[in-house]
């Protein structure tokens, strides 16, 4: 039949004209198709391609009205039961109608009408050849892989209508694009279309080859970090130190599922700083950093609690074998442990250990954790000026770390031990912080079950730590830190608790460090004090204990080894005469010479002070390094006198007609504050009547115009330094009355203490 032909339906492909394909048919119907093509239609089908490609059985409604005819040019049968055949696209039609085949129902017939090229502008398809020729060889010469074939079949295309049949069968482009070109008529659009097509095309390329030297680029780098990687674990197998990074961080997952942390944001923190330290490189400078953090976190006793010692006899028995008196700060600490036995979760004191050098704040704040059976960590912050060294450095610094603080809780070992924070009297407020302020979060319990290390950067509860703080001025401790402490202080030793003290725990520590026993070399009673008192100037026993191991030395220097008497003689023959024998003054009374009570490095001491008059014109001249406060006291004396000379019996001519001579004794230490009011106006009394005060009397107070004596502070070192110096008889203000209560029993059984509101009472004491 004329214009009728058998349509072989194919999926996912398109013929244009021009276009050479092979098929391998496998179903009855393409096989019928190819027969009737052969026998009935001089090897000539209609080729059509459903526009849906996922349709079986397509509507006749779907098939595109514009077709390629094509031609079978062999056909070849299979040993595998399926037909191969070539087709070649020859022209298009239109067509115009669809029927089922009378022998093969199963097979449409198409009725077609050939259509004819479009009439077009020959010099415009001549522009479009060579600018698509051009395209098309800087698309074949650019692309890596693409056949240059296509450039000899282009130029034996003679018209524009076969050049753009070749070229957009040639395109790897989509099937709608194709059909597209297929139903385009006129070669001269066709070609238009092609030219945004190759041009896409090269942009394409272009752009795979950026990405492609890219991706090389970075596999090189890659290739040769692996490669240095695989070096260097070579190398250090050899030398014995591979170092397996997978089995560290398998150890770390391991580690941290000990941990068992109840806390979940800091158990995801830690995970992600192990994930962190897999995948940086081990050429990394970082992987040290976070090497080092997670060997902090792992560290710290998150969960560790040691058991404490809460036998209150226990603990009363192991503080008083390592320290003698004391008893307000053991009391503290056996009133902590009789609450925290009825409720475990109690907030433990803060005690701050107030007093001298010497008298064993260090020593007894460990001896509270030993009885308590806690861990002990010491901070001493003389000096601190840097609050980062006890809250650490942020993690961003070069060589940072976590603060004292962690470092304290990592070395414990467990999450309440007790910590010593010595010399808080002396740190420094300056550009670099403010470390008390630091302290307040670290001290305080309403802050500290949050305190955050700026390294650690997590929260970490301190609640449970038993903080022990030392200084020595408690006037010299920040007062918004002071009001957050139980205060304790620790006075100077009287003589009779020195002697205790190197009689029970000095003595017995020096024979044990020797290998001696305590038969071999002996010390009596009275040679101790003599010791005490000639050979040692201090308010603890640290000096003390330092000549007492010089004797014990030079004993075995000697060769004298057991039954050693040491006497006053051998005393003087091993240390010489003593420094700190007593003076004239202790046992010669002057007129003129009076005793006061002085503080220095919360030690009571013993002031002398002389007064004289030489002829003149009224002047006062003062010596001995008095400061402003002192001097004041002694104009003030002065003033008091002169108006109440009649009652006093002093003449006024010694104080107008001749100059004034105050001298302070032990002119090396300087000297003022409010006590000394009423020792200087006795003195000068006792010049101008020339009735001598006893050297066994001293006084303190501060003298008003008016005579009234004043509240002093120091009480209790001013009188111990009395009973110390051999002092028999004391005036103090009534004021301070309460104090007394501290003083050792000692003290109050040997002074004779006399309270005294006005200098009246004094006057009345001594010269009536």
């Known amino acids: 039949m004329k214009n009728t032909l058998p349509v072989m339906l194919l999926k996912n492909l398109l013929i244009l004209p021009n276009q050479e394909v092979k098929l391998e048919l496998n179903n009855d119907n393409s096989r019928n198709v190819v027969l009737l093509a052969t026998e009935n239609y001089r090897n000539q089908v209609v080729v059509l391609t459903p526009v849906d490609q996922m349709e079986e059985i397509p509507e006749v409604s779907d098939l595109p009205k514009v077709a390629v005819v094509a031609k079978v040019k062999s056909k070849l049968e299979l040993p595998n039961g399926n037909l191969r055949v070539t087709l070649r696209g020859m022209f298009r039609v239109q067509c115009t109608q669809f029927q089922n085949h009378e022998k093969y129902p199963a097979i449409l017939e198409c009725k077609y009408q050939k259509l004819a090229i479009s009439p077009f502008n020959e010099v415009e398809a001549l522009a479009v050849r060579r600018k698509l020729s051009s395209l098309m060889e800087m698309y074949v010469s650019n692309g890596q892989g693409i056949s240059n074939s296509i450039i000899g079949v282009m130029k034996d295309a003679k018209d524009l209508n076969k050049f753009t049949d070749v070229i957009a069968a040639f395109l790897p482009i989509s099937f709608l694009k194709r059909l597209s070109y297929i139903e385009e008529i006129n070669p001269v659009l066709r070609g238009k279309g092609l030219m945004e097509d190759v041009s896409l095309e090269l942009e394409v390329i272009k752009l795979d080859q950026k990405l492609d030297q890219k991706l090389q680029t970075g596999l090189e780098e890659s290739q040769k970090e692996f ?18 990074k997978e089995k560290e961080v398998s150890s770390y997952y391991a580690r941290l599922e000990d941990l068992h942390l109840t806390n979940e944001r800091i158990d995801r923190k830690i995970r992600e700083e192990i994930k962190k330290f897999a995948y940086t490189s081990e050429m990394s400078p970082e992987l040290a950093n976070i090497r080092n953090y997670l060997d902090w976190m792992f560290s710290l006793p998150w969960h560790i609690h040691s058991q404490d010692e809460n036998d209150l006899e226990k603990i009363a028995k192991s503080l008083d074998q390592t320290h003698y008196g004391m008893q307000k700060a053991k009391d503290k600490i056996l009133e902590y442990i009789v609450a925290q036995k009825r409720n475990p979760d109690v907030d433990s004191p803060i005690l701050c250990l107030i007093g001298p050098s010497g008298v064993g704040k260090t020593t007894f704040a460990k ?98 730590v038993l903080f022990v703080m030392t200084a020595n001025y408690v006037q010299d401790i920040p007062y918004e830190l002071k009001d957050r402490l139980e205060v304790v202080e620790l006075s100077s030793y009287t003589l ?91 046992s010669t009374a002057l007129p003129g010479v009076v005793n006061a009570l002085g503080v220095n490095a919360n030690e009571g001491k013993v002031l002398r002070i002389e007064s004289t008059f030489y002829e003149g014109n009224g002047k006062i001249k003062i010596t001995g390094c008095a400061e402003l406060v002192m001097r004041e006291s002694i104009e003030v004396a002065v003033s008091y006198i002169l108006t109440n000379k009649q009652q006093f019996c002093v003449e006024a001519y010694p104080f107008k007609e001749n100059d004034l001579h105050i001298h302070l004794l032990e002119a090396a230490m300087k000297k003022d504050g409010p006590s000394a009011g009423v020792a200087i106006t006795t003195a000068l009394i006792s010049l101008g009547r020339n009735i001598p005060i006893s050297s066994k ?72």
């Open 496 to 586: 009779f608790e020195k002697l205790e003290i190197a009689k029970k725990y000095l003595l017995p520590d020096i024979y044990k460090a020797h290998h001696l026993a305590k038969k071999d070399i002996k010390f009596s009673d009275n040679l101790l004090k003599e010791i005490i008192l000639e050979y040692t100037s201090e308010a603890g026993v640290r000096d003390l204990s330092r000549v007492l191991t010089s004797i014990v030395r030079k004993i075995l220097v000697m060769g004298s080894t057991t039954d050693v008497k040491v006497t006053s003689t051998l005393l003087k023959e091993l240390l010489g005469e003593g420094e700190y024998k007593k003076d004239y003054f202790i």
């Open 227 to 244: 490669i240095l990687k695989e070096r260097l674990k070579s190398i250090q197998e050899e030398l014995g130190e591979s170092d397996n």
């Open 697 to 768: 009397i001293a006084m303190t107070g501060e003298i008003t115009l008016k005579g009234y004596v004043k509240k002093i502070g120091g009480l209790k070192e001013k009188l111990i330094g009395a009973y110390n110096e051999g002092i028999e008889k004391v005036f103090i203000p009534r004021e301070n009355h309460n104090q007394l209560e501290e003083l050792p029993k000692e003290v109050l059984e040997t002074l004779e203490i006399i309270e005294v509101d006005n200098y009246i009472d004094i006057y009345q004491a001594l010269f009536d």
């Open 367 to 464: 001896s509270i954790a030993q009885s308590l059976h806690k861990a002990f960590y010491k901070i001493s912050v003389g000096g601190l000026n840097d609050s980062s060294v006890l809250v650490g450095h942020r993690r961003t610094y070069l060589g940072a770390n976590p603060g004292k603080i962690m470092e304290a809780l990592r070395r414990s070992g467990t999450n309440n031990p007790l910590i010593l924070i010595d010399e808080v009297d002396k740190m420094v407020k300056d550009y670099r912080g403010d470390p008390a302020s630091a302290l307040l979060d670290i001290l305080d319990k309403s802050q500290n079950k949050t305190f955050v290390d700026h390294y650690i950067e997590e929260e970490y509860d301190l609640s449970h």
